[in-house]
């Protein structure tokens, strides 16, 4: 088990707790005794965790470190359920864990904070003006001031080294000459009786959005004033990456004069190739756009300078047409030096980085044996260290001597930590959750391995339920990731988030199958062509292995569940695996590969996994595809899909839906008309998770 890094605080603030309290108890007279047993006795009761707890807990997210290396602010998102939405807010704590103060609370969202240079004031983005435009707020007190009026929403905010410039994006037609012609042309469309729009390329639907015409272009405009400088002016093309890019794909140049951003400038090409280029661009526009990794075909992203500005940092993959590559990091001689691949013999792929404030290291998170953890990289020798392994770190600033990073686990959601570079006196500078964790009673976890396909090594969790008797024996959820390159490793999840089932009074396992995310890219790679082989033996394999490792588990009752690639493997497993659960839960799962091609987006996903076209190799969709073994369901299940998915279209869902009714076996359709491949709406998470609980509790409890 994990032990919290702040334990021996914790430990030491319980003992200097307990003799506090014992001296006042000496002293208090009986009739106070007394009253304070009234109150402790009427203290609100813990209670099983449930998805009303995972909804309460607050959500922390991109920590900045100020200039002077004492301050943090960070963003925390509050579900609202009775607006059914979440809202965010800016939070401030020092890197010592003292003074945490709430700097913004207006009913509108803020977020993206950035510092002014001097430390005085932080940007940031909020919609309070009735868009979303950049603010300004000193840290010392003081009411926010409103610092753009664009005549567009603006995102993606970051401040010059300088502190004269701000970047950030705005959604504008490519062919266009100013912002108000866009305006111009929305408001158009918008009068327009007729309808339709017609494309003469694709993509024409991307994620959960239908095309417009509009790209994500970056704009630089004064501080003081000024007009905003399209960087990418005439380019078709977005910067950030969409759906999921942020502000981490573009970085200022340590002069202020330029900004270099990530973009995928191929024209036609775009819905099957992932060439990420960087580009350079000045930030008034006076001098031409240059590429500066034209030399690469594949995916060049998420731009940072070293603090002397000698270097330049990015991340790159090496194989074209592949979204699950290895990223490398790539070190560039600033301006024009030759460039050389830091980190060609760590078998991991880094999703975040951050210089050392001396330059001499470079940290970075990345998945690991079912973990998130932060490494330290020499920026020399790229001899890699880990700093942190256990749970999962989702962001990182330096901060002196000292890495802040936000870190959740199966246990809890993310708080903040700050540790020495050396691995050493970890801190915990934030306890938001502290409430609503204490409120709600959790399984306790443990990771274990087996040998899966070929023998090779596999890891998965197992998650007990809450209020675990072993004397009992109890049914399980069997929960499978999607991606198929992804994971369910020690992170507290706000979709698929196993507690919800341990308190519902289940067993939870999960297994890291063969195509998971770190664990070396030969093993990530090796679910091509494959997708129902190596990862269905193990699955086989891991659950009669927890089955074994664990009698208290039920093997009688076992209900299977899984999304994405996980419900794509749930359609898999009714035709191939037919007797060995009692139900199974489908959502958003592909059921004809081969039709599925031709209704997704991102058509680079499936040319790479399945190794070519439906036309110029159809075994390939063929051969693991589960529409051709429908004939063999019989497993209860249910179908959940949302109309706004354009990754998996809700048409396989009602496929799914189709061939279940018809064959007369026990189903139910959940179908969200306002949903995309997610299930973001607080209410619509609340309707899933009490359906998919009360269908386990049909079939399996």
């Known amino acids: 088990m994990q032990a919290k890094p702040s334990e021996s605080r914790r430990t030491n603030r319980s003992h200097r707790t307990y003799w506090t309290r014992r001296t006042y108890l000496v002293l208090l007279p009986a009739c106070l005794i007394w009253a304070l047993s009234l109150v402790v006795s009427a203290a609100p009761a813990s209670h099983p965790f449930s998805v009303h707890d995972m909804l309460a807990m607050d959500r922390i997210s991109d920590p900045q470190v100020s200039p002077d290396g004492q301050w943090i602010v960070f963003v925390v ?20 864990g003292t003074g945490l103060r709430r700097l913004t609370s207006h009913p509108e969202s803020d977020s993206n904070p950035r510092w002014a240079p001097d430390g005085r004031s932080i940007f940031f983005v909020s919609s309070r003006s009735g868009s979303a435009q950049v603010w300004r707020i000193r840290t010392d007190g003081g009411e926010a001031e409103q610092v753009t009026d664009e005549r567009l929403d603006v995102g993606n905010l970051l401040v010059s080294p300088d502190g004269s410039r701000l970047a950030f994006t705005m959604e504008v037609f490519p062919d266009g000459e100013t912002v108000a ?46 007009a905003a400088v399209d960087v990418m002016k005439g380019m078709d093309a977005d910067t950030p990456s969409k759906p999921f890019g942020g502000p981490e794909e573009i970085a200022f140049t340590p002069d202020s004069q330029a900004v270099i951003f990530s973009a995928r400038d191929v024209g036609r090409k775009e819905a099957w190739s992932t060439d990420f280029d960087l580009y ?134 993310a708080e903040l930590y700050s540790v020495k570079a050396d691995g050493s006196a970890v801190r915990q500078l934030t306890d938001i959750n502290a409430e609503q964790v204490a409120a709600a009673r959790t399984g306790d976890y443990e990771q274990f391995t087996f040998k899966g396909w070929n023998d090779e090594t596999v890891y998965a969790y197992a998650v007990k339920p809450a209020d675990f008797d072993p004397s009992k024996r109890y049914p399980v959820a069997f929960l499978i990731h999607g991606g198929p390159q992804g994971s369910f490793g020690n992170v507290f999840h706000y979709r698929w988030n196993p507690q919800a089932y341990a308190g519902a009074g289940y067993a939870a396992v999960m297994v890291d199958f063969h195509g998971s995310t770190g664990y070396g890219q030969a093993f990530c790679d090796s679910i091509r062509g494959d997708w129902g082989g190596k990862p269905l033996e193990d699955l086989q394999k891991g659950l009669a292995a927890a089955l074994k490792r664990y009698p208290w588990m039920d093997g009688d009752r076992v209900g299977a569940l899984g999304a994405s690639f996980g419900g794509y493997m749930i359609n898999w497993i009714a035709g191939n695996w037919p007797d060995r659960f009692r139900c199974l839960v489908n959502h958003d ?55 706004h998915d354009f990754r998996v279209v809700d048409t396989q869902g009602l496929g799914t839906f189709n061939a279940l009714q018809r064959r007369g076996i026990p189903s139910k359709l959940l179908y969200f008309p306002d949903e995309n491949h997610w299930v973001l709406r607080p209410q619509n998470s609340i309707q899933w998770h009490e359906t998919v609980i009360a269908w386990l509790g049909q079939w399996v409890k």
């Open 77 to 96: 998102r509050r579900t609202d359920l009775e607006a059914n939405r979440g809202r965010t807010d800016l939070w401030l704590v020092s890197t010592e």
């Open 181 to 226: 012609e866009t305006v111009e042309r929305l408001a158009a469309i918008e009068e327009r009786q007729a309808t339709g729009r017609i494309y003469e390329s694709i993509l024409v639907r991307h994620w959960d959005t239908w095309k417009d015409g509009r790209r994500s272009h970056l704009f630089v405009k004064p501080v003081q004033g000024g």
């Open 280 to 413: 350079l661009a000045a930030v008034d526009g006076s001098r031409p756009r240059k590429c500066l990794t034209e030399d690469n075909e594949a995916w060049d992203t998420a731009p940072v300078f070293s603090p002397d500005g000698q270097t330049l940092a990015y991340l790159a993959m090496a194989r074209p047409g592949y979204e699950s590559d290895r990223l490398r990091i790539v070190l560039q001689d600033w301006p024009s030096g030759p460039k050389r691949v830091l980190t060609d013999d760590w078998d991991r792929s880094p999703s975040g980085i951050c210089w050392s404030p001396d330059g001499r290291a470079i940290y970075a998170t990345a998945t690991n044996l079912g973990q998130r953890s932060l490494f330290a990289i020499d920026a020399r020798s790229g001899q890699v260290r880990t700093v942190v392994k256990t749970g999962s770190i989702h962001a990182l600033a330096a901060a002196g001597a000292r890495v802040v990073y936000a870190m959740s686990n199966l246990a809890g959601p």
């Open 589 to 643: 799962g592909n059921i004809d590969e081969r039709m599925a091609y031709y209704d997704t987006e991102e058509l680079w996903f499936p040319e790479w996994d399945h190794q070519g076209t439906p036309w110029d190799n159809p075994a390939g969709y063929e051969k693991h595809n589960p529409v051709n073994f429908v004939k063999n369901w019989k497993t209860p299940m249910l179908v959940i899909h949302g109309a």
